[in-house]
């Protein structure tokens, strides 16, 4: 009977023991199942996340920097889509708005009645800043190849990179057309200059519009004056008088042929 009672004493222990040896493992894998199930739901909510950043609108986009809505509003489609493909294409979130800046615009045109309509824009991201120059003519203008647009920072900006896009259309017309990229020719310290035909170069009068950007570094300086100076060409236009200078011209000459030959 000792013996007996003994067995099952050690019996009972046996068992207990590995009962008890069985919950650490359980426990290791409830809570690996566990810390499993919250890293999967965790990743699913940043991953959903990004897919509803990455398909806000362009109005939703330019809002979540602080751009006033009615600023967003006005601002034309195209050059609006180009902005926020621009900015997301940084590789950089949450840009912001920054409205420090003093923008100082100027257009010289031969012929007064054009007009060319400028704002700027301006957002940052810690110290990096991306600054876009938007214009566009109010009527029919014709380049020729010689216009010329200056961009400038103050010396609270260190610029290092300049391009842009322009488009034009016929008057009338309801879609744009886009044109070429636009690269700056000359580079200064603190500015650059666009010129040439990437600013167009037509045969007959369109209407232009274009976005010129500078990407800067914070600069050591306070001044944030952004300038931008738009000159445009028109081609020369031939005036009444030498018109018909010329057609008496090649009248006589005409006349003095027809005259040798009687």
């Known amino acids: 009977m000792n013996i007996f009672k003994e067995n099952a004493s050690v019996g009972l222990e046996t068992q207990h023991a590995v009962r ?6 359980q426990n290791f894998f409830m809570k690996a199942w566990k810390f499993l199930l919250f890293l999967t739901v965790f990743i699913c909510y940043i991953g959903s996340m990004a897919v509803a950043k990455g398909n806000e609108s362009t109005e939703e986009y330019l809002e979540n920097t602080g751009m006033p809505t009615q600023e967003i509003e006005a601002l034309d489609y195209d050059v609006r889509q180009f902005i926020v493909d621009d900015l997301r294409g940084s590789g950089k979130n949450d840009w912001k708005i920054n409205t420090d800046i003093l923008a100082l615009t100027k257009t010289d045109a031969e012929q007064n009645r054009v007009v060319f309509y400028i704002n700027v824009y301006a957002f940052q991201k810690d110290s990096e800043h991306r ?12 380049p020729t190849g ?15 990179e300049y391009g842009g896009q322009i488009w034009y259309k016929k008057a009338g017309d309801g879609g744009w057309t886009e044109g070429g990229g636009l690269t700056a020719n000359g580079q200064l310290s603190g500015g650059g200059t666009f010129v040439g035909r990437q600013l167009g170069d037509f045969r007959r009068k369109m209407l232009v519009k274009g976005c010129a950007y500078c990407y800067a570094h914070e600069g050591d300086g306070d ?11 028109p081609p020369r236009e031939r005036s009444e008088a030498g018109v018909y200078i010329l057609i008496v011209a090649v009248t006589a000459f005409i006349v003095m042929v027809l005259r040798r030959k009687e």
């Open 20 to 25: 008890t040896d069985k919950k650490p493992a």
């Open 131 to 142: 600054i876009y120059a938007v214009y566009e003519s109010s009527t029919g203008i014709m």
């Open 146 to 160: 010689n216009d010329k647009l200056f961009l400038c920072l103050g010396d609270s900006f260190v610029p290092y």
């Open 223 to 233: 001044d944030s004056r952004v300038t931008v100076d738009y000159t445009y060409h």
